[in-house]
């Protein structure tokens, strides 16, 4: 079993629609958990973080955790083309002092 | 202008060869990795290092090495020890607590 493990994918949502994106970890020492925005060809980048268990919102991203269950999601609302990319979720134990990823999920938002 | 800079942007090496990948940051940042990306797959930790003059393996460190002699600078070493060494590499920093990783662009290796 991975360490972390995303819904496989690829998704594709229609343009407008919410997309959902969930990843589970095995770790239950880790601490911090992120999403990752990572276009074809190019560097992720950190589009949201969560410490504490319930959601976090920002702009159309709500990010939720469950540490009970050891589950992060990613909730992306009013869907648009420019959302298309894959999304890569990381668990941080920070006594280990290094995160682990998951192989990400491939958002496709049609037009 | 602050951030993580990565050269070459693209890199072919002959097999047998060792390669090294630079990477420096100017973000006042304690922590460094190296990550390998292949097609379709997540980020695989090769090395880490939370300061100056230490660091640690990560989940595929074999065949690879690195230093950390200055706080900007976190060279990676693709030795001919690594058996499938072509890949998109990525290097990160973070400060101490880690709460987010800022990457720089990668450099895509290729090697025949």
């Known amino acids: 079993q991975k360490e972390v493990e ?15 994106l969930n990843c589970t970890y095995s770790d239950r020492g880790s601490q911090s958990f992120f999403w990752y925005r990572q ?25 939720q955790l469950n540490k ?10 009013d869907s648009q083309p ?20 998951g192989d990400g999920t491939t958002l496709t ?3 | 202008d602050g951030g993580i800079t990565q050269s070459p942007k693209y890199l072919f ?16 940042h304690d922590a460094m990795y190296w990550y390998r990306q292949d097609p379709g797959q997540g980020l695989r930790l090769i090395y880490y290092s939370q300061i100056v003059n230490d660091f640690q393996k990560g989940d595929i460190a074999e ?10 600078s976190f060279p990676l070493t693709v030795t001919s020890a690594q058996k499938n060494p072509t890949a998109f590499y990525l290097c990160a920093s973070s400060d101490r ?16």
């Open chain 2, 13 to 28: 090496r002959k097999e047998g060869q060792n390669v090294t990948l630079s990477c420096e940051q100017n973000l006042n």
């Open chain 1, 82 to 101: 420019s959302d298309s990319a894959t999304y890569l979720c990381a668990v941080r134990n920070t006594n280990a002092g290094k995160s682990t990823f």
């Open chain 2, 97 to 112: 607590g880690g709460h987010e990783q800022y990457f720089g662009p990668g450099t895509r290796l290729t090697v025949t």
């Open chain 2, 63 to 72: 065949g690879y090495s690195v230093s950390r002699e200055k706080k900007e």
């Open chain 1, 39 to 63: 276009y074809s060809g190019k560097s992720p980048e950190l589009i949201m973080f969560i410490y504490s268990n319930g959601d976090k919102e920002d702009g159309r991203f709500t990010a």
């Open chain 1, 109 to 111: 938002v049609k037009p």
């Open chain 1, 68 to 77: 009970a269950s050891q589950y992060v999601s990613l909730l992306i609302r």
């Open chain 1, 6 to 20: 995303q819904n496989s994918g690829p998704l594709s949502v229609p343009e407008g629609a919410i997309a959902s």
